[in-house]
C-alpha cells in the first residue's frame, strides 16, 4: 500500500493546481494591466482634446479682439481662418462694411484672454466661456478705453482642427 501524502493530494496534483493558479494570476493580472493602460489612453485623450479646444478658443478670442486699422485684412482674415459654419458666412459678409468702419475710425483693439473654461464637449463639439480685455484706441478715444468681453464661442472639430461656429456676448 502507498503512503498517503498530506491533505489528499499527490505531488503532482498540486503543481498542477499551483501552475492553474499562476496560469489565472498571470491572465488576470494581464487583463487588469490592459484595462488601466487603456483607461490611462483615454485620460490622455480627453485632456489632450480639452487643451486643444481651450487652445483654439483662446485663440479665436483673441482674433476676436485683437484688430488694427491699418492691417485689418490680415486681422479679418485671421478670424475667418479659425471660423467655420453661420459664423464664418456672417462674418465674411460684414468684412467690407467693417473693413470701412475699421479705416474711418481708426481703430486699433488689442485684446487679450484672461480666462477660458469649457462648460461642455465632446469629440465633436464645444462650450467655452471666455473673458477677455481689450484696450481700444479710435478717433473718438484716441487715449484708449479698456473693455472686458465675456465671449460664448461654440466650436465643432473639422479636418482635425477646432474651429469656432459661433460667438455670443454673454454677461
Request: a positive charge.
Amino acid at each position: 500500500m502507498a503512503a498517503r501524502r498530506p491533505h489528499g493530494m499527490s505531488g503532482r496534483s498540486r503543481r498542477r493546481v499551483l501552475s492553474a493558479g499562476l496560469v489565472a494570476a498571470t491572465v488576470l493580472t494581464t487583463a487588469l494591466a490592459l484595462w488601466l493602460g487603456l483607461r490611462l489612453h483615454d485620460q490622455r485623450a480627453e485632456e489632450q482634446r480639452r487643451q486643444d479646444v481651450l487652445a483654439a478658443a483662446r485663440q479665436s478670442a483673441l482674433n476676436f479682439t485683437s484688430l488694427d486699422y491699418r492691417h485689418y485684412d490680415r486681422d479679418s482674415a485671421n478670424v475667418l481662418k479659425g471660423a467655420t459654419g453661420d459664423f464664418k458666412k456672417e462674418f465674411a459678409a460684414q468684412t467690407a462694411e467693417l473693413t470701412r468702419l475699421v479705416a474711418r475710425n481708426k481703430s486699433v483693439s488689442e485684446g487679450q484672454v484672461l480666462e477660458a473654461g469649457i462648460v461642455r464637449s465632446d469629440e465633436r463639439s464645444a462650450r467655452v466661456l471666455v473673458v477677455a480685455d481689450s484696450k481700444v484706441t479710435n478717433t473718438a478715444v484716441p487715449k484708449g478705453e479698456a473693455r472686458t468681453y465675456r465671449l460664448q464661442l461654440d466650436l465643432v472639430h473639422r479636418d482635425g482642427r477646432w474651429l469656432t461656429s459661433d460667438v455670443e456676448f454673454v454677461g
